[in-house]
């Protein structure tokens, strides 16, 4: 006897009765309780920028000293995503999604206690960096590939639009706790956002879609044989079909494999291959001018030119709502153009709104100011998708963790970013420097976006298991 699935299809049966309402496929469930986890651990993504000038008038820290604490966040945030995606094929999403919450909430709440640097370089720095870094967009297009057959730009696109959410959510909030009653105040509600979305996890977020019986959504039903195939690859990436499914990628892991040797195998692999260096580093400079630049510094240097700081938050949150917009539409398109085009036109019209930036910035909003922070919203994780879309196109069943070391390139671009920026402030006492220097590589990564090769995925060397 076969049970039905969530969709009102028996499992291992062709189609629905035509009297029977289908139901909705639990990949939906799974990525609606994704959304809101990545929406409850993007809130310490809009704290730096809001607490860092609190900080600074308490404890008399330089923005060197901050700077280095989410510098360290940025880098663990990326080193730990490609180890994080083997975990989940390791030990369930569900586990390593819970436990990241748990890190977050831990060192959110651990900040009010601080009155040494070193411990917030603990505390924003170590503990938070690893939990975000095990809830990075990795995350995402773990859960894309992994519950979805078709439509997974789109998935990737609305469950990264997660983090923005995250940032409009939060981002008022933590600008008006920190003025009233003060900084702890707004590093409780971080605590408390990542902390609230845990029993949600563990009640609804599935690990695969064998897990409840269903073949992932937009997927035909197999033959026999290629059945016993799904089922001896049970959790973890579907196959892909046409071009890429073509790529030779390695075997899927079994539950006594070494998560960490997993990330490892794959960056030998994928390092031989032109692609990935092309996708790493243009992500270095995606991630450099988002959160490194924009996300750390877009507050103090409003602040510097006399805006108040919850005004500047304002903008970002602003920001966070044109994101979700553009990070969607990303998906879509990422869907029916050629990604690398995308990528390309992302970077250049985002060098464009940081070369304009000093000219804008001053002690009120004025009209170019709003069309600054729409157009860099709309542009702001953009680049997500149709990165995304390349490594599975590439790589095969390898997609995920090798777009974990892609990210990784973007965390430590961002937290190189995020240091030489407060260096520049600090020394110089102003941001220029940084806006143009910024605005100079979106251009090389455009360049970069644009060569990739069409062929890329004919050339990938099959990989030895």
């Given at each position: 006897m076969t049970a039905p699935d969530l969709t009102g299809t028996p499992a291992g049966t062709k189609g629905a009765p035509s009297g029977k309402r289908r139901r909705l496929h639990p990949a939906w469930i799974?990525?609606?309780v994704a959304f809101l986890a990545l929406v409850g651990a993007a809130?310490?993504?809009?704290?730096?920028?809001?607490?860092?000038?609190?900080?600074?008038?308490?404890?008399?820290?330089?923005?060197?000293?901050?700077s280095l604490a989410?510098?360290?966040n940025l880098v663990l945030f990326g080193l730990t995503a490609p180890f994080a995606a083997a975990l989940m094929e390791r030990f369930g999403i569900r586990k390593v999604t819970s436990l990241a919450l748990c890190l977050i909430g831990l060192g959110s709440a651990l900040t009010v206690f601080v009155n040494q640097s070193w411990q917030i370089l603990l505390t924003w720095g170590v503990l938070i960096g690893l939990g975000t870094g095990s809830m990075a967009l990795v995350f995402a297009a773990t859960i894309a590939n992994t519950w979805f057959a078709k439509n997974r730009g789109l998935v990737i696109g609305i469950l990264t639009a997660g983090s923005a959410a995250g940032q409009l959510v939060?981002?008022?909030?933590?600008?008006?706790?920190?003025?009233?009653?003060?900084?702890?105040g707004a590093s409780l509600l971080i605590a408390a956002g990542a902390l609230a979305v845990v029993p949600l996890v563990l009640r609804w977020l599935r690990n695969s879609p064998a897990d409840v019986g269903v073949l992932p959504y937009g997927a035909e039903e197999p033959n026999a044989e290629a059945a016993d195939a799904v089922a001896a690859d049970a959790g973890t990436t579907p196959p892909l079909s046409g071009a890429a499914g073509a790529v030779?990628?390695?075997?899927?892991?079994?539950?006594?494999?070494n998560a960490a040797v997993r990330a490892l195998q794959v960056l030998k692999r994928a390092s031989k291959v032109r692609t990935f260096w092309a996708l790493a580093a243009g992500f270095a400079i995606c991630g450099a001018t988002t959160n490194g630049l924009i996300g750390t510094h877009f507050i103090p240097s409003a602040h510097d030119h006399g805006m108040p700081e919850t005004t500047a938050a304002g903008l970002l949150a602003v920001v966070g709502i044109f994101d979700i917009?553009?990070?969607?539409?990303?998906?879509?398109?990422t869907d029916r153009f050629n990604p690398k085009v995308l990528l390309a036109v992302y970077y250049q019209f985002r060098g464009i709104g940081l070369l304009v930036l000093p000219l804008l910035l001053g002690s009120s909003v004025e009209p170019s100011m709003i069309i600054f922070v729409v157009v860099y919203g709309l542009d702001w994780v953009a680049t997500v998708p149709p990165t995304a879309a390349i490594c599975r196109s590439v790589f095969g069943a390898?997609?995920?963790?090798?777009?974990?070391?892609?990210?990784?390139?973007?965390?430590?671009?961002?937290?190189?970013?995020?240091?030489a920026a407060g260096f520049i402030r600090d020394a110089t006492g102003h941001y220029n420097y940084a806006w143009l220097g910024a605005a100079a590589m979106c251009t090389v990564a455009a360049v970069i976006s644009a060569t990739i090769r069409k062929d890329a995925a004919k050339k990938v060397p099959a990989a030895v298991a």
């Open positions: 799974v990525a609606a809130g310490f993504r809009a704290a730096p920028g809001v607490l860092m000038v609190p900080l600074q008038q308490e404890f008399g820290w330089s923005t060197t000293v901050l989410v510098s360290i939060f981002l008022p909030f933590i600008a008006a706790l920190a003025q009233n009653p003060g900084w702890r030779v990628a390695s075997p899927a892991t079994s539950d006594s494999a917009v553009g990070t969607i539409a990303s998906g879509w398109l390898d997609g995920s963790v090798v777009f974990g070391w892609v990210f990784a390139a973007h965390q430590l671009g961002a937290a190189a970013a995020a240091l």
